[in-house]
Nanobody
Framework: QVVLVESGGGSVQSGGSLRLSCVAS????????LAWFRQAPGKEREGIAA???????????SVKGRFTISQEDTDNPHEQELVLQMSSLKPDDTAVYYC?????????????????WGQGTQVTVSS
């Protein structure tokens, strides 16, 4: 069982920065890996950043060099915090951002492999 709760987001001008956080509560023996997806108005949901099975950070080309994904343990052994630090934001980054969890056997940033989703948080970038 995985519960994902996002926070952060909001409105910012082009060139600005925002920080998204996702607290993941994972109970059970299955190993899950976390990622960030986003869905812009009228577009499909897409994976933009993920933690690979070996701990490496992976990024979509659209955000590479501007976004940084990181994962930290918390005081609760059943919780992890996933952070997406976004900089040099553009109006095209406007979307609802989702935290997602996939099992270890699944490919990262592939929509159909995600088993758990957060509630989403809105990011709006104005020009």
């Amino acid at each position: 069982q995985v519960v994902l709760v996002e926070s952060g987001g909001g409105s910012v001008q082009s060139g600005g920065s925002l920080r998204l956080s996702c607290v993941a509560s994972i109970v059970g023996s299955t190993t899950y890996y976390l990622a960030w997806f986003r869905q812009a108005p009228g577009k499909e949901r897409e994976g933009i950043a993920a933690v690979a099975n070996d701990g490496r950070a992976m990024y979509a080309d659209s955000v590479k060099g501007r976004f940084t994904i990181s994962q930290e343990d918390t005081d609760n052994p059943h919780e992890q915090e996933l952070v997406l630090q976004m900089s040099s934001l553009k109006p095209d980054d406007t979307a609802v951002y989702y935290c997602a969890a996939r099992p270890a056997w699944a490919l990262p940033m592939v929509l159909t492999y995600v088993q758990y989703w957060g509630q989403g948080t809105q990011v709006t970038v104005s020009s």
